[in-house]
């Protein structure tokens, strides 16, 4: 029977979503991205191999198909690299599907997310200047480039007439480099030939599978908290990752969404600016981002840590509407005594259980702890839940308590094989 499962990240991004979709994808066929582009990283690890992925979604190491969906923004040089990448890895990559509808990133929108950022006084962001945005405010200017445009030279062409003149005019009021139309023609012309047979209706393609039972997978790419309108405002991306976003972002109708999975760190993690309520500064926090390897995989930026935060997983609960927590990285607190767990915010002296809509208001919110016992035993090898250190257990029990999401998976390590099931998704 058909059977739609969708995985978002619960926190700001990098929860070990890739990894969990690539194990997932060993029992779905099709793995589809719905939002954002390779502004993402994921890393994946088996057979002692390590991948990191940006763009392509994570079945593909085992899933029938893999789709970029319509609501992405995709970098179509960026794209070869990585396909290349893999095929240098002995991986094919000829399952990849990508929506006419998709939007193309070019040179003048990386160039545009770093003016943007500079202009910004005391708001900067901290984008990973990958042209998201920017590509995002073309889209939305009704301008963009579209895949099914970028693959018919003609109609490129005239496109990207406009838009070279367009930044133009921008970057020449900045005293910036212009860019020269031939160039990108050229160049990009190229990549579209080498891109045009991917290229699909691919909503059409996900309404076929359904018909003939598929299994389908939608992968998220960062998390809630960076979500345009959910998210931590204006310290977000400019894609919504929440679950709803499946449906416009893939072509897909909401009656026909089965499962949301979120994907949680056992802590806390932000990379780029803006508040994180929980946030480690001393050692404790030295040592999660030692062992749990936080760093990021786009930018190589050193992420925040913070202990885990059931405000914001709750408020992921309710905006995307979770069936089941995959808590990852749980190995990572081992050897810590104590481990707290925010459970409310004191905003002005008065205890609350939402996140504020303004950064000023949330920048205030101080986190309302619970303590717990913390584990010493390894933890990295065991496959069955009761099978962890009783403290352990219960972290994982209480995380599930409060944010009323059931725990459906545990992740104890990087490795596919490192994956403790509560219940089976498929
Ligand atoms: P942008 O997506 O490049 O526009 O960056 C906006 C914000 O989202 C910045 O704070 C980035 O660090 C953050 N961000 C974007 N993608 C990811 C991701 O995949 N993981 C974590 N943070 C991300
Ligand atoms: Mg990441």
Known sequence: ?????????????????????????????????????????????????????????????????????????IDPKSLIEEMKYLNSKNIVTNSIRISNR?????????????????LKIDQKIG??????????????????????????????????????????????????????????????????????????????????????????????????????????????????????????????????????????????????????PTELDGEIGEYIRKVGREYGTVTGRARRVGWFDAVIVSHTRRVSGLTGLSINLLDVLTGIDKIKLCVAYKLDGEEIHYVPSTIKEFARCKPVYLEMEGWKEDITKVKKFEDLPINAINYVKKIAEITKVDVVMVSVGPDREQTIILKEIY
């Not at 998709?102 to 500079?118: F, G, N, Q, R, T």
Request: cysteine-free; charged content about 25%; hydrophobic content about 40%.
């Open 102 to 118: 998709a939007h193309v990133i070019l040179p003048y929108h990386i160039k545009l997310d770093e003016l943007l950022e500079e």
């Open 127 to 276: 984008t990973t200047k990958k042209g998201i945005g920017p590509a995002y405010i073309d889209k939305y200017s009704r301008t963009g480039i579209r895949m099914g445009d970028f693959i018919d030279p003609e109609l490129f062409r005239e496109k990207l007439a406009f838009q070279v003149n367009e930044k133009n005019e921008l970057f020449k009021a900045h005293n910036k480099k212009l860019f020269d139309f031939n160039e990108i023609y050229v160049e990009y012309k190229n990549y579209a030939e080498i891109l045009k047979q991917f290229v699909t209706d691919t909503s059409y393609e996900i309404d076929i599978a359904l018909e003939n039972g598929k299994k389908l997978l939608f992968e998220g790419a960062q998390g809630v908290m960076l979500d345009i309108d959910h998210g931590t405002y204006p310290y977000v991306t400019s894609s919504n990752p929440s679950a709803g976003a499946v449906t416009i972002g893939a072509g897909i109708g909401p009656t026909l969404i089965d499962e949301v999975v979120g994907v949680v760190k056992a802590y806390s993690t932000r990379v780029g600016e803006g508040a994180l």
């Open 1 to 73: 029977m058909a059977k739609t499962v969708v995985v978002v990240g619960t926190q700001w991004g990098d929860e070990g979503k890739g990894k969990i979709t690539e194990y997932l994808s060993s029992k779905a066929n099709y793995v589809i991205r719905y939002q954002g582009g390779n502004n993402a990283g994921h890393t994946i690890e088996f057979n002692n191999e390590q991948f990191k992925l940006k763009l392509i979604p994570s079945g593909i190491f085992q899933a029938e198909k893999v789709i970029l969906g319509n609501g992405m923004v």
